[in-house]
């Protein structure tokens, strides 16, 4: 059975940084592209970043390049994001995804098979 579970969410203030984290199991997480997307309240899914198998290449939506790092540890199991700079924007619940075939890097939820239950993050002073 696949599962994704992330943690690390919280409330942080802005300019200030989190790191959230997503533990895989039930399949081959080392042979699979591997995204994130967030949702905002009362917003559709939006995509945030996506990392290639074994980690050498990364995408990153306009909205958090520069503040945002995807990275992976195959050895683990687990998919982090590194979210710095925080801006009130970003308040959403952060999910990561595991896409229907192995080297599709997947930027909307059709590309999708299995999301996990999601992290908040609320960014507030």
């Known amino acids: 059975e696949v599962q994704l579970v992330e943690s690390g969410g919280g409330l942080v203030q802005p300019g200030g940084s989190l790191r959230v984290s997503c533990a895989a199991s039930?399949?081959?997480?080392?042979?699979?592209?591997m995204t994130w997307v967030r949702q905002a309240p009362g917003k559709g899914l939006e995509w945030v970043s996506s990392?290639?198998?074994?980690?050498?290449?990364?995408y990153y939506a306009d909205s958090v390049k520069g503040r945002f790092t995807i990275s992976r540890d195959d050895a683990k199991n687990t998919l982090y994001l590194q979210l710095n700079n925080l801006k009130p924007e970003d308040t959403a619940m952060y999910f990561c995804?595991?896409?229907?075939?192995?080297?599709?890097?997947?930027?909307?939820?059709?590309?999708?098979?299995?999301r996990g239950q999601g992290t908040q993050v609320t960014v507030s002073s």
């Open positions: 990392i290639t198998r074994g980690g050498s290449t990364t």
């Open positions: 995804a595991k896409p229907k075939s192995p080297l599709l890097v997947a930027r909307s939820e059709a590309g999708f098979d299995y």
């Open positions: 039930g399949f081959t997480f080392g042979s699979y592209h």
